[in-house]
């Protein structure tokens, strides 16, 4: 992609540069972590910077000229990060891990696992700000991962029928999963106390 005729202007390449920063730093994070528990709290981690296309479309969505200043300040998302745990409490101890750092600051925080989201969406958000640069990462578990797949796949299919039947199904679901990140939590605590 030609810098010159980007959204993000000559940004592009520190983009790339901090979006790799923020991927060391959550490595760094599940080393940390990994190192006192014995297990890694990271299952995977996915990273994008936001194509031409999307950026554009959001600034037109939201009424922003199709700028680098809307791209890269007004719009916080230019870098993504979704970080997939296995068990709860890894979501808030690489949370923690990126709030101790001095390396970045978070500036904005939605907790979508403590209050979740009507439909059953669970997940945390933090905008961090690195460098003068934006960035979204979103922390979840491998059950709210496969939720929002899933749920994305069918929030986007066509002529759907009984919506109100859906919504609640999806919603059941959401709880189920839920409910089972709970009882993985127990199992592996009680495995923890057995352990020592």
């Known amino acids: 992609m030609e810098t010159t005729n980007s959204i993000y202007g000559a940004k592009l390449p520190e983009l790339e540069a901090v979006m790799n920063e923020l991927v060391d730093e959550i490595n760094a994070a599940a080393q940390t972590v990994k190192a006192k528990t014995g297990m ?3 299952e995977h981690l996915k990273y994008r910077i936001k194509t031409e296309e999307s950026m554009r479309e959001k600034c ?4 922003l000229p199709e700028t ?3 791209a ?3 719009i916080r998302d230019a870098i993504g990060l979704r970080v997939v745990c296995p068990f709860l409490d890894d979501v808030y101890a690489i949370r923690d891990h990126l709030a ?3 390396q970045l600051e978070i500036v904005n925080e939605k907790d979508y696992i403590r209050s979740v989201k009507p439909n ?3 997940s945390l958000h933090l905008i961090v700000k690195k460098r003068g640069y934006y960035a979204e990462i979103q922390l979840r578990t491998i059950s709210m991962d496969t939720w929002a797949a899933l749920e994305h796949q069918i929030r986007y299919k066509k002529n759907v029928g009984d919506s109100a039947l859906i919504f609640e199904e999806l919603k059941r ?3 189920e999963l839920a409910a089972t990140d709970v009882s993985m939590q127990i199992l592996r605590a009680v495995l923890n106390e057995e352990g020592e």
């Open 72 to 74: 890269l300040q007004t």
């Open 68 to 70: 680098a200043e809307s």
């Open 100 to 102: 101790a750092s001095a």
């Open 173 to 175: 679901c959401a709880d």
């Open 120 to 122: 059953g969406y669970r």
């Open 40 to 42: 890694n709290p990271v």
């Open 60 to 63: 037109r969505r939201k009424g």
